[in-house]
């Protein structure tokens, strides 16, 4: 049973930075691209970034140079190194898989999604 275990979360204040880190398990997730979405209270989950089997990155307009992506196959984990944090960054942030190799232009399809991590919480506030 693949599973996907974030942590990293907490709180922090506007302009601040954390990282999330995902641990994959029971699968071998280096041919997988791995996604991190988020859902806001009150709002629809939404992709934030992806980073596919051979490093390709990708990252919604929002989060485009102050988020970084990165995994490290080797302890099977990945890695959300968020900066400059804003208000609207706060919510849960999932880590995810579509067991596909690349990004694509539709990495953010959560319809494509088949695993789910069960999310870790990134409160933002002065």
């Known amino acids: 049973q693949v599973q996907l275990v974030e942590s990293g979360g907490g709180l922090v204040a506007p302009g601040g930075s954390l990282r999330l880190s995902c641990e994959a398990s029971d699968f071998t997730p280096d041919y997988y691209a791995l996604m991190w979405f988020r859902q806001a209270p009150g709002k629809e989950r939404e992709g934030v970034s992806c980073i596919s089997s051979t490093m390709g990155t990708g990252y919604a307009y929002s989060v485009k140079d102050r988020f970084t992506i990165s995994r490290d196959n080797q302890r099977k984990m990945m890695y959300l190194q968020m900066t400059n944090l804003k208000l609207e960054d706060a919510g849960v942030y999932y880590c995810?898989?579509?067991?596909?190799?690349?990004?694509?232009?539709?990495?953010?399809?959560?319809?494509?999604?088949?695993?789910w991590g069960e999310g870790a919480l990134v409160t933002v506030s002065s």
């Open positions: 995810a898989t579509a067991m596909r190799r690349f990004c694509g232009e539709t990495w953010d399809a959560q319809d494509n999604i088949k695993y």
